[in-house]
């Protein structure tokens, strides 16, 4: 069974940075994309970035290109997304999600893959 666990959030001020990380376990995630989306209280669940396997092609939103920078350990089977310059429009629950095809990056119900969710919060 795969798993897929977000860890890294929490509550910061507006123009700091965080960490996030996804550890996948239960299943070989080799050759799968990674990907991270975020959702706002009684907002959908949006997109914010994804890689692909090798770690050569990455995808953003506009919103967070230049901010935000997704990376991969494909050794510890763990994904990143370090987030600076923080805005209060950024809080949200933060996942992690895996897909062995990527065809429409931005739809969450073409991942095969999620995890639990972590909170960040940026205060203003």
């Known amino acids: 069974q795969a798993h897929l666990v977000e860890s890294g959030g929490g509550l910061v001020q507006a123009g700091d940075s965080l960490r996030l990380s996804c550890a996948a376990s239960g299943r070989t995630f080799s050759g799968y994309s990674m990907g991270w989306f975020r959702q706002a209280p009684g907002k959908e669940r949006d997109f914010v970035a994804a890689?692909?396997?090798?770690?050569?092609?990455?995808f953003y939103d506009d919103s967070v290109k230049g901010r935000f920078t997704i990376s991969r350990d494909n050794a510890k089977n763990t994904v990143y997304l370090q987030m600076n310059t923080l805005k209060p429009e950024d809080t949200a629950v933060y996942y992690c999600?895996?897909?062995?095809?990527?065809?429409?990056?931005?739809?969450?119900?073409?991942?095969?893959?999620w995890g639990q969710g972590t909170q960040v919060t940026v205060s203003s």
């Open positions: 999600a895996a897909v062995s095809s990527i065809v429409q990056v931005r739809t969450p119900r073409h991942w095969d893959y």
């Open positions: 890689i692909r396997w090798s770690g050569g092609t990455t």
